[in-house]
């Protein structure tokens, strides 16, 4: 008894039953119809997007005998040959166990032979990047110079590979991946077919595990026709599979809420006890922080989370009980321990360890957030500081009510912006009033200008008429640099203080460079922890609440993920 894999027996024979790739097989049918064929193609993509598939249906077409407006027939005894891979005059090549120069000479050499059936010769050479430099220099030539009707059909899932003088002959198509939607139109279609019930559940698990591959999802489909008894739904295919039931990511998320590190525990004894793969659990772990992350940002997007519609409710009235930061911060941590539990030799520990983390997980507050929730509590505060008694209840615990701080917007310093043309005085304006203000423009417009003037000791003429900058010696060569710029500092006091200053740079002593120097980079560019300092200084009620949480500036790797984008 022989049995033909799914993949084989519903290979398409016409271009239109190609799924997914219009954009391909319209160009070719066109350029057939017309008869503008190039004599070589390119045909790059993923694995199992039809790519050799399409390749054949070419190579059909153009030696069709009742070719249909560029249409292979695939009835007549040319396409039933190509089909059956006993057709002299197409061959098909596989370039990773050929990849010899000597087998690309030998191609070279039959490629001179006239056509000995059809009326052209088609030479296809799968997963050509495999092919060695000297190989590709023995087939540049007959690129450059191809015999009549010769066609040469190249595809590859790594286009990098393939040397820029091979690209440039080629014309090239990209495949895609199937949607979700395609994807599951043709599994339907096939199951069909064959005479199997592929309910909804199923047929969602096998398309998410085909990842868009046609190839894979027939595949897939085919191993469980043959233990499924007329009937596949998730239970089939997760028995299949050996996969994780979608239910026990439900409940790591309650786990996590509860925060009950031993619920937790149990599930990956339960796991380990059934012989499952913590691996894939720990991937899918990944993949459930993901849904909670799309949920909690819009309930609309149910449709990008893979699951069935009970559980996609149950998952959207979990993500309620997380913050967006939360979850980033969560798949940046589950995304690093599954590299490492794919690695372990002891993955059991290691994801215990990650689930028990994930439990005792501490919620990320920023101060922005922070500032609006307070903001909306102050109206009814009791009492001034920490000391009013009144609390209320968030997602995550009890928040204290206090008044509304002022604390100065992400990103921005805390200094006050000055928008009049005299400038304010600040610590570092001892010296020269608005001292400080001119730097930080300078920093803006003309970041080197800025950070050279940085260093001088700043000294204003009594009349105001002539402004005196000093360095040390060690200086010398930042003051050089900057000589000949005195004019656009000029332009920019004048712009910033509304009157015209002439600048002067000399070197000589400078008792208090560094402390001036020092006080300005706190006011033109102080650091998170600069930044949150002042702002509790500012207003007490809010460096006493920081204090109470221990609060701390994020760091910057996770800072430049939740920091809104400029605008």
């Not at 490629?111 to 000995?116: K, L």
């Not at 809420?257 to 004894?269: C, G, M």
């Amino acid at each position: 008894m022989s049995y033909q894999a799914l993949a084989r027996k519903y290979r398409p024979e016409t271009f239109d039953q190609v799924v997914g790739q219009t954009h391909v097989t319209g160009t070719l049918r066109a350029a057939l119809r017309k008869e503008k064929l190039s004599h070589a193609y390119l045909f790059s993509g993923p694995r199992g997007c039809g790519k050799t598939t399409v390749a054949r249906l070419l190579a059909k077409a153009i030696n069709c005998l009742e070719n249909r407006q560029g249409d292979p027939c695939g009835t007549c005894e040319t396409c039933m040959a190509i089909a059956r891979g006993n057709y002299l005059d197409v061959l098909e090549i596989d370039a990773a166990s050929n990849t010899g120069v000597d087998n690309i000479r030998e191609l070279r050499d039959m490629a001179q032979y006239s056509p000995s059936e059809g009326s052209s010769r088609v030479f296809i050479i799968d997963e050509v990047h495999m092919l060695s430099k000297g190989a590709f220099n023995a087939l540049l030539k007959i690129l450059e110079e191809p015999p009549a009707r010769v066609f040469f059909f190249f595809a590859t899932t790594e286009p990098n590979k393939i040397p820029r003088t091979i690209l440039s002959r080629c014309q090239r198509f990209d495949f895609r991946l199937l949607s979700r939607d395609e994807l599951a139109g043709r599994l339907n279609e096939i199951a069909t077919a064959e005479g199997v019930t592929l309910e909804d559940t199923g047929l969602r698990l096998l398309v998410s595990l085909a990842e868009g591959s046609v190839r894979d999802g027939l595949s897939l489909l085919d191993q469980v026709v043959a233990g499924a008894d007329g009937v596949i739904d998730e239970a089939a295919v997760v028995a299949a599979f050996g996969l994780v039931r979608s239910e026990l990511f439900i409940e790591l998320n309650e786990a996590i809420v509860t925060r009950d590190s031993a619920r937790a525990l149990r599930l990956v004894a339960d796991l380990a006890d059934g012989g499952q793969s913590l691996e894939a659990f720990a991937r899918g772990v990944v993949a459930n922080f993901r849904n909670l992350m799309i949920l909690k940002i819009d309930p609309d997007l149910a449709p990008m989370v893979d699951l069935p519609p009970d559980q996609v409710e149950t998952l959207s009235g979990q993500a309620g009980q997380f913050q967006e930061q939360d979850l980033l911060a969560l798949i940046d941590r589950s995304s690093r321990h599954f590299e490492k539990i794919h690695r372990s030799t002891q993955p059991r520990i290691l994801l215990e360890a990650s689930l028990v983390e994930y439990c005792r997980f501490e919620s990320r507050v920023l101060l922005a957030d922070l500032a609006r929730r307070l903001e909306a509590l102050g109206a009814d505060a009791t009492g001034g500081g920490l000391g009013g008694g009144g609390v209320a209840r968030d997602a995550r615990g009890p928040v204290p009510k206090v008044p509304t701080p002022k604390a100065p917007a992400r990103g921005a310093s805390a200094r006050p912006a000055r928008t009049g043309a005299t400038p304010d005085l600040t610590a570092a304006d001892a010296a020269v009033p608005g001292w400080t203000g001119l730097i930080d423009q300078l920093m803006k417009q003309n970041p080197r200008l800025g950070s050279c003037l940085m260093n001088g000791l700043p000294r204003l003429a009594e009349d105001g008429t002539r402004l005196t900058v000093s360095f040390t010696e060690d200086k010398k060569f930042q003051v050089t640099s900057i000589a000949a710029e005195c004019s656009t500092i000029e332009k920019q006091i004048n712009a910033l203080w509304g009157r015209r200053i002439k600048v002067e740079l000399v070197l000589g002593k400078q008792g208090q460079a560094n402390e001036v120097k020092e006080e300005i980079r706190q006011e033109v560019a102080p650091t998170h922890r600069e930044e949150l300092d002042k702002a509790c200084k500012q207003d007490k009620s809010l460096g006493d609440l920081v204090d109470m949480m221990g609060g701390q500036p994020l760091p910057d790797s996770e800072r430049e993920r939740w920091d809104p984008p400029s605008k």
